[in-house]
């Protein structure tokens, strides 16, 4: 039996294969690489972890074989990259994600060495669903086990990234951001365990903790005399459970705050997911006292009126167009509307991924409110932010 992943890759490049199959295989996969679509039936197994699927082929498209791995119900995980341009991978994610298939991730020719490694390496981490159930993984990798381990024994922790005014750079609020304190690996990152907390169910725990440990921050930093918000991230589950906004509610009053310091962040891909649902929940929230937030925009495909219907107060520009503004034509011209759109709405717009001087000053002159980004500071654990917020200026000029 071979004990590593199986990947198989399909491209009719043979350098861009071959390229991908060294990475995988520096990953810990079991790496196989194909330039034939015509070969991939005999190749790809139900149990294949990872399947690197190239759109344009010759004699048949990526699109096809997304169409049988969906007959056979896979859980493979597809990585789909393209010379072309980007809307052509987004309407295939969108395409595959309706199949009921895992699109792990996206990539635009030419690609980075370190874009596809890290993608990889995440998912060499993932265990495979007949592993998890007898609980065995490979070496080194994180188990459901051993994160719910961390959660009984109090090993996630809390760091808080902060949130900006541009008009006056006074601090507003701060998101709220998991890490796991692991005994042996050290501080990992979100990436590293939020999609095994989602598939096994332990994301509402973790949940949880979040809330738990931002709510009793907040209440320190009242004392301290720092009145400001605090964004924590919603998974998609607790835009299916009818008793949310009670118990978020219930929390927040019991630490004697006041909900108008809380913001939800929904992601943009979450909402389509949970859209029947999820307006009863969000509309509740709201009406509730608490802020809504659309977190990564521009990255799923709400429209406009579905904007309109949900309560949302703030819109959180994905990163990956503010990382670009300054450089990049389209990005710039999507903040512009987005911008825009959000305020006719009358939402507050927030910048994310603002990492140096020029994007502040450009997003800033566009009229955009708020600002999130390395230029303003990392996350940080909560005891560090009243000491950050009374240097604040030294940071932004
Ligand atoms: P997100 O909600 O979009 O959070 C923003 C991410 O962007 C954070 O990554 C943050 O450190 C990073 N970031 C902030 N400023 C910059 C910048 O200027 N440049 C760049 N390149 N990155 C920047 P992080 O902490 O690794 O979190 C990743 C994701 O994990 C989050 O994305 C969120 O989706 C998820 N996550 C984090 N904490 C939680 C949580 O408590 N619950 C849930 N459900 N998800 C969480
Ligand atoms: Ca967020
Ligand atoms: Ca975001």
Redesign the pocket.
């Known amino acids: 039996m071979q004990d590593k992943p199986h990947l198989l890759i399909v491209d009719d490049e043979p350098d861009i294969g071959e390229f991908i199959r060294n990475i995988a295989v520096l990953a810990g996969f079991d790496a196989e690489f194909i330039d034939e679509a015509s070969q991939f039936e005999a190749c790809y197994h139900p149990d294949t972890r990872v399947v690197v699927l190239d759109l344009f082929m010759p004699e048949r498209d990526g699109i096809e074989l997304l169409r049988v791995m969906a007959e056979l119900n896979a859980k493979t995980a597809i990585i789909l990259i393209s010379g072309y341009d980007k809307s052509v991978l987004n309407s295939a994610r969108k395409l595959a994600k309706e199949q009921g298939l895992f699109v792990a991730g996206t990539l635009a020719k030419p690609f980075r060495y370190d874009e596809i490694e890290l993608l990889l390496n995440n998912l060499a981490l993932l265990p495979l669903e007949n592993q998890s159930q007898t609980g065995q993984t490979r070496s080194g990798a994180i188990s459901e086990q051993a994160l719910k381990n961390a959660l009984e024994t109090d090993q996630l922790v809390?760091?808080f990234?902060p949130q900006v005014e541009f008009g006056n750079g006074k601090l507003a609020g701060v998101?709220?951001?998991?890490?796991w304190q692991h005994p042996d690996h050290g501080l990992l990152?979100?990436?590293r365990f939020?999609p095994l907390?989602?598939q096994s169910g332990l994301?509402d725990r973790?949940?949880d903790v979040?809330i738990e440990k931002s709510l009793q921050q907040l209440g320190e930093w009242l004392q301290q005399g720092l009145r400001i918000n605090v964004a924590?991230?919603?998974?998609p589950v607790s835009l299916k459970n009818l008793h949310f906004p009670e118990y978020i509610s219930e929390r927040i009053n019991a630490c004697g705050l006041a909900a108008e310091q809380v913001t939800l962040?929904v992601?943009e891909t979450t909402l389509m997911q949970e859209l029947a649902r999820s307006l009863d929940i969000l509309t509740r929230i709201r009406m509730k006292g608490m802020s809504l937030s659309i977190?990564?925009f521009g990255t799923g495909y709400s429209s406009l009126v579905q904007l309109y219907r949900i309560p949302f107060t703030e819109l959180?520009i994905?990163?990956s167009f503010?990382?670009h503004a300054v450089s990049d034509p389209e990005a710039l011209a999507i903040v512009k509307m987005t911008t825009m759109l959000g305020h006719e709405l009358g939402m507050s717009i927030v910048a994310?991924?603002?990492?140096d001087q020029s994007t502040w000053h450009l997003l800033k002159q566009l009229g955009c409110d708020i600002a999130?980004?390395?230029?303003?500071a990392?996350?940080m654990p909560g005891e560090k932010i009243l000491a950050w917020a009374k240097t604040i200026h030294a940071h932004i000029s």
């Open positions: 809390v760091h990234q998101e709220a951001l998991v890490r990152m979100p990436g939020i907390a989602e994301i973790l949940t979040v924590i991230n919603m998974p962040e992601t977190d990564d959180k994905d990163l503010v990382k994310e991924g603002v990492e999130q980004g390395y230029y303003i990392k996350p």
